[in-house]
């Protein structure tokens, strides 16, 4: 044999040595039978029906030392198709897939190869999902997720070209969470770094991956150098992310949260985000999350809104990383790995109840579970925005982008400026996670179109808070029409708050604004409101509504008499750069149909007016009404003396 072929074979034989046992470390966790696949599954249609009734495909699985195994997929058609161009298929060899578990071979399922194997005839794909299963999850796990999704590829036969095509993994685990909260392209985009590699691994298991940043990935723990890294699931993410947060307190005052430390305890990154005052604790008889004191005491007047990519643990298990806070059900759903990662619901107010674990007991702490969140540094309060729009028609719709991400968005629209002399609201649809339409709303006598107006707006997540010892609350309802509807309040206001309001849907064109009266600390109510001359009768709404507590002494907060003449607020603050300006009538002093508009005089001065639409008559006076009004301001840099 020549002596050049001879060395070629021998490196090629020490590398794939070499590369077995790279991925023959001891996993860092157990591999036990609950976290190897246990089916694969795969729905095709095609552009046209095959020739053959049943058929069978291969699946090529590939890791980064370019090691493959390969699957037989038996298809037949789908039952109840009407064409016969749908066809499923399943793994005919599942022990082996579960095999690629064990040597903590994470790369192949990075690269994965349809291949058209065993016939001859071309397969024309219209669309193409494949689904991987894992059994005895438990509840709280979604057992399921699909790990390829393609649209419109074109195979040759076996004795043709193109015999293969690469399968895009995390096209597929993105469309199956997408599908899943029902998320637009826009809505996944602003999700932070961490969670979106978070979710290109679902359906994984084993330890290393192509795609990330080490050759050998550490995320999990493996029995080598890299493991000193970082400990536990979610942390690798994070680091990836550059992400670091500091420490304020005591010994750990200036400690960075970069993992470069040996492995630790499941919940020891919560203690990094405890010593960075980043931690909060859910706190049940509120269903808030309050920041964690140095003294392990809440603070009450501290409160958060869990965010995508957050840090969330269950006190002495592993950390796991929220994709969604829902504040109505009062259900986390997270991200859970590593044997495998997988979408997992925890239904964080059941699991805290103290009769949780032992329903038969007296009631202790120890049946309860404690949840945690760290804050990830995207994480957001509020959006404040600024959106300008010429209304050239009355079925044309603006789009406005948060630029952030929402679990549950609550938007608000300011008072709009004077442009204009003809009576217009403000509508909205699409409310989405990260972003919204909306439109200058002309009263149905008009023609619908409209000067350029400047509007601002409010973006809170659903859900009591306290900002800065500020109580607010943001919520909605979702069947408001023309009849007075009392709607309760959550938060424990010591004072009426302010109420802003803002219908958020078009279930019906006719044009319509939202009324308020009897505000309490307890209550108040809402309806819908159309033009004087139309039947007055209106389809239920969604209505979102923002209540916030006045401050005595404050800037940003006014409650002021108004009526149809100009009013002038207050300018106490002075050297404004830039100011937002929302308003809502508390009163119903005047039953005609009307609106808020406002004027800024000088910056961040303003004065504002009640508009009444005169569809009926051409008579617009307005009785005092009681006006709620909320302000922000960036001051301007003052130049040193």
Known sequence: MNSNIKLILIVNVLFIIMGNSIYSQTPGYPVTKRKKPTALTIKMRLRTSAPENEFQKQLKFVNQNNVYKIFNIDFEPLMGDPDARTYSGELTNIEGLAELVVPNNRSYW???????????????VEWFEMWIEYGNRGGEWEPRTMIAYEQNFYLHDAGGFEREYHLDGRRGRKKYIQDYFGWSEADFNALSTPIKEAIYDLGKSGSSDSADSQPINPKYGLEDTASNYCGDFVSWYYYEDDFTITGQWGDHEGYVFDFETPRQDPHRIADHFFWANKRYDYERNTNQWYLMNPDTSLDLTQSFIPQPGDYFGRYEEHAMMLLKWDVEEKVAYVIDGPYPVGLRRVPVYEQTDPDYEN???????????????????????????????????????????????????????????????????????????????????????????????????????????????????????????????????????????????????????????????????????????????????????????????????????????????????????????????????????????CNLRQEMITPGKYRIRVQEESSLDDETNHLQETVGVLRFYMKTMLPEE
């Open 359 to 593: 329903p038969d007991d007296n009631d202790t702490i120890n049946d309860t579970k404690i949840f945690m969140i760290g804050r990830y540094k995207t994480s957001v309060e509020k959006v404040l925005d600024k959106v300008t729009i010429q209304q050239i028609n009355s079925i044309y719709w603006e789009y406005a982008d948060y630029g952030v991400h929402f679990h549950d968005p609550i938007v608000i629209m300011g008072i709009p400026d004077n442009n204009g002399q003809q009576p217009v609201t403000t509508r909205l649809r699409n409310v989405g996670p990260s972003s919204f339409e909306f439109q200058i709303d002309e009263w149905d006598y008009q023609n619908g179109i409209h000067w350029p107006i400047e509007v601002d707006y409010l973006v809170y997540d659903r859900g009591c808070q306290v900002r800065h010892g500020r109580k607010i609350e943001a919520g909605k309802i979702t069947d408001l029409d023309e009849r007075w509807q009392r709607v309760e309040i959550n938060h424990d206001f010591s004072v009426e708050p302010i109420v802003l309001a803002q219908c958020v849907t078009t279930n019906e064109q006719s044009a319509v604004v939202v009324r308020v009266k009897d505000v309490t600390t307890s209550s108040f109510y809402m309806c819908l409101q159309e033009e004087e001359a139309s039947d007055g009768d209106h389809s239920p709404e969604v209505v979102h509504y923002l209540l916030v507590e006045p401050l005595v002494g404050s800037d940003e907060t006014n409650l002021l008499e108004v009526s149809s003449n100009w009013a002038e607020l207050d300018d106490p603050i002075g050297n404004v750069a830039e100011s937002w300006l929302f308003g809502q009538i508390q009163t119903f002093r005047g039953d005609n149909p």
């Open 110 to 124: 990075d690269d994965m190869r349809f291949v058209n194997k065993y016939a001859t005839f071309d397969l024309d």
